[in-house]
T-cell receptor
Framework: AQSVSQHNHHVILSEAASLELGCNYS??????LFWYVQYPGQHLQLLLK??????LVKGIKGFEAEFIKSKFSFNLRKPSVQWSDTAEYFC???????????FGTGTRLQVFP | GAVVSQHPSRVICKSGTSVKIECRSL??????MFWYRQFPKQSLMLMAT?????????EQGVEKDKFLINHASLTLSTLTVTSAHPEDSSFYIC?????????????FGPGTRLTVL
């Protein structure tokens, strides 16, 4: 079965530190890739998505992610985090010819001032 | 992006009762709606996929007689948790796709927190 792995379960950073959250998936075919963020008490919001083209995708709030097909990875990055980035981050994968999203287990990010 | 709402946002019920949760796409026609369950500090687990006018497709391990899904119109899907028990307490999230959005992107509702006493 297809799966999505997020190896960092809990990340603690100070403001201005750089962030990289890992995401790997197991499906070998064409995929669409997503990063979602869930702020405390709020609903899931789309940070960025990759469908095709440039494997370096830029999203909202200064986030970016790079699709490396050979590594089945779609890691999320931000050069300088802020306290307001404290949230849960979910990677999700959709097989190209289906509607089903498979979510990773999530990474809890805490940013301290 | 498009807007998806859920009602209620929070519900507390007694064990053995049934609870209905509504999911609405407010500004587009959702040909497909999805229902997820999220346990505390865990990921979203897809429960079922529903297409307007068709029976829902349930994921393995999800009891279709317990979690009744109806997608009667292009803007409304309902999830009814029948004979709820404390173990059904969870955060239920719906999403919707369709309306001509590229690649059938899913838009998520704010979720419904169900507590069964």
């Amino acid at each position: 079965a297809q799966s999505v792995s997020q190896h960092n379960h809990h990340v603690i950073l100070s403001e201005a530190a750089s962030l990289e959250l890992g995401c790997n998936y197991s499906y070998g075919g064409t995929v669409n890739l997503f990063w979602y963020v869930q702020y405390p008490g709020q609903h899931l919001q789309l940070l960025l998505k990759y469908f095709s083209g440039d494997p370096l995708v830029k999203g909202i709030k200064g986030f970016e992610a790079e699709f490396i097909k050979s590594k089945f990875s779609f890691n999320l990055r931000k050069p300088s985090v802020q306290w307001s980035d404290t949230a849960e981050y979910f990677c999700a994968v959709k097989q190209y010819n289906t509607d089903k999203l498979i979510f990773g287990t999530g990474t809890r990010l805490q940013v301290f001032p | 992006g498009a807007v998806v709402s859920q009602h209620p946002s929070r519900v507390i019920c007694k064990s053995g009762t049934s609870v209905k949760i509504e999911c609405r796409s407010l500004d587009f026609q959702a040909t497909t709606m999805f229902w997820y369950r999220q346990f505390p500090k865990q990921s979203l687990m897809l429960m079922a996929t529903s297409n307007e006018g068709s029976k829902a497709t349930y994921e393995q391990g999800v009891e279709k007689d317990k979690f009744l899904i109806n997608h009667a119109s292009l803007t409304l899907s309902t999830l009814t948790v029948t004979s709820a028990h404390p173990e059904d307490s969870s955060f239920y999230i719906c999403s919707a796709s369709g309306g001509g959005f590229v690649h059938n992107e899913q838009f998520f509702g704010p979720g419904t927190r169900l507590t069964v006493l």
